[in-house]
C-alpha cells in the first residue's frame, strides 16, 4: 500500500469515527479506532484523549488500556503510563492477547528511565519468560546489564541477538561496541566488520573499528577506520581525539598534533585536544612543549584536573621537584579527597626535605598505606625514630607491597644512614628498604592518564548512559 493511500485511508477512517462518535458519544470502539489513527497521524495528543475515553467506556479492553499505556509514555506521563499497562497485565491474566510480554516491556522501559535498574530488569525478565528471544527484550535486558555496569553479561545478551538474527547490522553493532568495553577487541573487530559486509558503514562502527586496532596496537588498520569515521562525521571530537591518538602510538606525533588542533578549532570549549597534545610532547620528553599546551587547555578549563596530574607526573619524572609539587598540590586543591594526589603531593615535599610540610597533608587518610609509608620516612628523618620504624614494621607485615611502590622514592631521597642504623628489633624491615637500593626503578605506564582510558572514548558506554538517561 502505498504511503498516499495510506494516508487517505486514515482520513477515511477518522471521518467515520468521528461521524459515529457525533451520533454516540458513548461509542468505544469508535473512540478506540479514532485513538488509534490519530496514533498513526502523530497527533499523540488526540490520540490520548480518545484512547482515554474510550478506557473509561470500556474499561475490560486489554488493547485500549495497551495503547493508552503507550500514548500515555509518549507524553511522557510515565507512572499513568505504568497504570495503564499494570491494566493489561491484571486484565489478561491467562494472555489471551498476547500483550502481557509487552506490557512487561514498556513497564521495565519506563523503569529504566527512571533510572530504578533493578526494577527494569525484574520486568525485562517477566517479558523474556512470555516472549522468549524476542530482541526488543534482549536488547532492554543488555542496556539495563550495561547501566549497571555488568558489561559481560550485557554482552552475552547482544550476542545472543546478533546469533539468532545474523542479517541484522544493528545487532552486529551492539556486540562489536559492547566487546571494546569488555576489552574484547578481535571479538569487536569481527562484529565491526560483519557490520561493514552488510553494506551498512558509518561513523560508529569505524570508529568502534579503529578504537579496536588500536587496543591491538594495529596502527595502519586503526589509522584506516579511525580516518573514514572523521570523514563520515567530520565535527566528532571522538573521532579526531582518537585518531590523533593512533598517529602518535604509531610514532607520527606530528600528524597526531595536527589531528588535535583541528579538533581545538572545531571544538573551542574542548580541553581534551590541548591536553592530549601536551601529554604527547611530553612522553617524548619535551616539558616545554607539552606545558604551552596544557597551558592553553587551562585557559579553556582552569581546573582541569588531568592537566595537573600530567605536570606533577611530568616533572616528577625529570626530577623538577619544585614544579612537581606545584601541580600536585594544585590538583590537591582541586580534588581534595583524591589519594594518588594526596600521596604524590606528599612524595614531592619529601623529595625536597620539607618533611613537616608533608606531614600536614596526612589529614584523615592517616591509614591508607602509601600515606602512611611516607609519613613514617618522614618521622624517621625528624628524628621521631620509634614512631618511624613502628609505622614501617607495621606496614611491611600488612602491606609489604607498599615498599616497592616507593623504590624511587627511597633510592633518591631517604637518608641511607638511618636505614644502616636501624634499631636492632627492626632490622628485618631496614634489611628490606636497603634492598631497594639494589633495585632498578620500572617506569610505570600512566594508566589513568592515557587518552583511551577516558569513557568518551570507549565504545558503547557513554553514549548507551545518556540514551538511557534521556
Not at 477515511?12 to 458513548?26: M, R
Not at 562489536?176 to 560483519?194: E, H, K, V
Not at 633510592?411 to 634492598?435: H, I
Request: proline fraction near 4%; include cysteine.
Amino acid at each position: 500500500m502505498s504511503t498516499e493511500n495510506n494516508t487517505i485511508d486514515i482520513e477515511k477512517i477518522i471521518e467515520l469515527c468521528q461521524k459515529a462518535i457525533a451520533e454516540n458519544p458513548e461509542n468505544a470502539t469508535a473512540h478506540h479506532d479514532l485513538g488509534v489513527a490519530l496514533f498513526q497521524k502523530q497527533d499523540v495528543d488526540g490520540a490520548l484523549e480518545h484512547l482515554t475515553k474510550a478506557a473509561e467506556l470500556a474499561p475490560k479492553s486489554v488493547l485500549t488500556h495497551y495503547l493508552l499505556g503507550i500514548a500515555r509514555a509518549e507524553k511522557m506521563q510515565l507512572d499513568e503510563a505504568i497504570a495503564s499497562w499494570k491494566k493489561v497485565l491484571e486484565l489478561d491474566k491467562p494472555n489471551k492477547h498476547k500483550l502481557n510480554g509487552m506490557a512487561h516491556y514498556f513497564i521495565g522501559k519506563v523503569y529504566g528511565l527512571k533510572g530504578m535498574w533493578d526494577a527494569a530488569h525484574m520486568e525485562f525478565r517477566r517479558a523474556k519468560k512470555l516472549l522468549p528471544g524476542n530482541p526488543l527484550i534482549l536488547n532492554a535486558i543488555a542496556e539495563i546489564h550495561l547501566a549497571k555496569g555488568e558489561l559481560e553479561e550485557a554482552k552475552a545478551e547482544w550476542l545472543t541477538v546478533a546469533t539468532s538474527n545474523p542479517e541484522d547490522p544493528r545487532a552486529a553493532f551492539n556486540v562489536c561496541a559492547i566487546a571494546i568495553d569488555t576489552g574484547d577487541y578481535q571479538l569487536a573487530i569481527d562484529y565491526g566488520q560483519r557490520v561493514l559486509n552488510m553494506g551498512q558503514d558509518s561513523g560508529g562502527v569505524r570508529f568502534n573499528l579503529g578504537l579496536a586496532h588500536l587496543r591491538r596496537r594495529e596502527y595502519d588498520a586503526a589509522i584506516k577506520h579511525l580516518q573514514k569515521a572523521v570523514e563520515f562525521e567530520p565535527e566528532d571530537l571522538n573521532n579526531r581525539l582518537t585518531l590523533g591518538e593512533a598517529y602518535v602510538e604509531k610514532g607520527l606525533i606530528e600528524a597526531g598534533v595536527k589531528e588535535w588542533e583541528e579538533a581545538a578549532r572545531i571544538h573551542p570549549k574542548a580541553v581534551q585536544p590541548y591536553y592530549n597534545i601536551g601529554l604527547a610532547y611530553a612522553r617524548h620528553g619535551l616539558l616545554e612543549r607539552a606545558n604551552e599546551y596544557w597551558q592553553k587547555a587551562l585557559e579553556r578549563e582552569p581546573n582541569y584536573l588531568p592537566v595537573f596530574i600530567a605536570q606533577g607526573s611530568s616533572y616528577a619524572q625529570a626530577e623538577r621537584w619544585e614544579e612537581s609539587l606545584k601541580a600536585w598540590r594544585k590538583a590537591l586543591e582541586i580534588e581534595p579527597k583524591a589519594e594518588v594526589v594526596r600521596i604524590n603531593a606528599m612524595a614531592m615535599h619529601f623529595h625536597l626535605g620539607q618533611y613537616t610540610q608533608a606531614l600536614d597533608l596526612v589529614a584523615d587518610q592517616g591509614e591508607q598505606p602509601d600515606i602512611k609509608f611516607i609519613a613514617s620516612l618522614c618521622h624517621l628523618h625528624l628524628g621521631a625514630t620509634g614512631q618511624a620504624w613502628a609505622g614501617l614494621s607495621a606496614l611491611h607485615q600488612d602491606h609489604p607491597d607498599v615498599f616497592s611502590r616507593h623504590i624511587r622514592l627511597v633510592q633518591e631521597s631517604v637518608d641511607r644512614s638511618l636505614l644502616e642504623n636501624a634499631p636492632p628489633q627492626y632490622q628485618q624491615v631496614a634489611a628490606v628498604l636497603l634492598d631497594l637500593y639494589k633495585q632498578e626503578v620500572a617506569e610505570e605506564p600512566a594508566e589513568d592518564e592515557h587518552p583511551l582510558n577516558r569513557p568518551e572514548n570507549k565504545g558503547w558506554w557513554n553514549a548507551l548512559l545518556k540514551t538511557l538517561r534521556k
